[in-house]
């Protein structure tokens, strides 16, 4: 380049210098300071959608009016590429073109409300029912769960139990299975649900009995072929007369043994749905994941440790079925009130809980406890006596029932009706009442 060519450069930078100079004064009213000031990089904050962007200050243009100035847009460094153009912020169309201040920040959610998060722990406590004007109601004994939780949470109504029996509600919770003629009367018989009864397109199984096929699955199923862990923690279930310490249940066709709570022993086999599944029982998994009360406690301090689903019972006193208890105590709901008092807060204050937690607490029937079996000989009959499940229901005379244990005995049934007492047999549960 020769010496003419550099001076003719030099005399056209100094003239576009000078005419930018004189040409902002009139322009429309911005000052180069004030667009010195914005040329710096421009952070984009994710804001909820409805929500307006900040005003900017107007200017006056000398005539009595106002204008908004240019956007800027900074300088890309690299000078790699195009940059996109900024809008100017909108005017406000009801405010003059006057600056109202940082709306988006009066739309932010106070420090110390909870953001929502995805649910990746939920913890459920299953108590006996009460009925709902009894358990919430003005007059209730369970000051905790009203005064203190009930604030804290959502108060689910319009809901009810599938029946007066406890069991239905438990297994239809992990099960999904509508309630049969064993299930309303509380199960007294562990009785097998034979093999050959399939589940529906819908998956439910329509016969009676208690222990589903293992091909009717579960909630615990689902959990562990996704990756999840569940776990039971069934209170006093390792207090039993037979030392165990997971998945606690009576023998197949044998008699229930818990039915009603034993000094020192409250565990109830029909508040532990997982073990009526073979699903569950055939492969292990409630061997490995059913266990006692004593350690949800240990499993609460690491989040590591706590099952994405932790299904919490109490035994027949602290859940409200029993008043009074077999160790004297009052029971009822005030003793399920004081169970949620000590365990809740423990839950509460767990990592787990404050990560991603939700707590449930539901309530399961409002029956009276299931009448006890009459003994029988395991040789000769397992089958399901009548059992009363509501406090109305007329008792049944010995002397008018018979039990339909096979095809000969259903026939000599059939021929005493035709003779003497009317007799009716009662399809599947094998129980001949008048």
């Not at 369970?142 to 939780?149: D, G, I, K, M, R």
């Not at 919770?173 to 034979?194: K, M, S």
């Not at 490995?288 to 706590?306: C, N």
């Not at 006193?317 to 169970?339: I, M, R």
Request: aromatic fraction near 4%; hydrophobic fraction near 35%.
């Amino acid at each position: 380049m020769t010496r003419a060519q550099l001076r003719i450069i030099a005399v056209m930078s100094l003239l576009g210098t000078i005419a930018v100079l004189v040409a902002a004064p009139s322009g429309n009213g911005v000052d180069l300071s004030a667009l010195a000031a914005q040329r710096k990089p421009v952070t984009i904050a994710a804001a909820a959608p409805a929500a307006p962007a900040a005003q900017t200050p107007s200017t006056s243009d000398g005539s009595g009016g106002s204008s908004v100035p240019d956007a800027v847009v900074p300088l890309d460094s690299g000078g790699g590429g195009d940059v996109a153009p900024v809008d100017p912020a909108p005017a406000d169309e009801g405010g003059g073109g006057q600056d109202t201040g940082d709306r988006g920040d009066a739309r932010q959610p106070a420090a110390d409300e909870p953001q929502p998060t995805k649910i990746r722990h939920v913890f459920v406590i299953t108590l006996a029912g009460h009925g709902f004007d009894t358990t919430f109601g003005a007059a209730s004994p369970a000051t905790y769960l009203n005064v203190t939780l009930r604030p804290k949470g959502a108060l689910l109504s319009g809901y009810r139990s599938l029946g007066a029996a406890d069991l239905p509600d438990q297994i239809a919770a992990i099960g999904g299975q509508p309630p049969n003629a064993d299930t309303r009367a509380g199960c007294p018989t562990f009785r097998e649900i034979p093999p050959t009864e399939a589940p529906s397109r819908a998956g439910v199984v329509s016969a009676d009995g208690c222990v589903y096929p293992n091909t009717v699955t579960t909630l615990a199923d689902q959990l562990s072929a996704s990756r999840g862990r569940w776990r039971a923690y069934v209170e006093d279930l390792d207090r039993g007369a037979v030392p165990k310490t997971t998945c606690r249940h009576p023998d197949s066709n044998r008699p229930d043994d818990t039915l009603t709570a034993r000094v020192g022993d409250g565990y109830a086999t029909r508040h532990n749905p997982f073990v009526y599944f073979h699903s569950l029982l055939d492969l292990g998994d409630c061997d490995s994941s059913d266990g006692a009360l004593t350690q949800l406690e240990h499993d609460l301090a690491k989040v590591a440790d706590t099952p994405n689903y932790s299904y919490i019972v109490p035994n027949l006193c602290n859940d409200g079925t029993e008043s009074p208890c077999v160790d004297g105590s009052a029971g009822g709901l005030a003793a399920a009130d004081a169970f949620l008092a000590t365990w809740v807060p423990k839950i509460l204050a767990s990592p787990a809980y404050k990560a991603d937690g939700l707590l449930i607490v539901t309530f399961a029937g409002s029956a009276p406890v299931p009448v006890a079996p009459a003994a029988t000989d395991p040789a000769t009959t397992t089958t399901t006596p009548a059992a009363t499940t509501s406090p109305t229901a007329a008792p049944t005379s010995p002397s008018s029932t018979a039990r339909c244990s096979s095809r000969a005995s259903r026939a000599r049934a059939r021929q005493s009706a035709a003779t003497t007492t009317p007799t009716r047999c009662c399809a599947r549960s094998r129980t001949c009442s008048r």
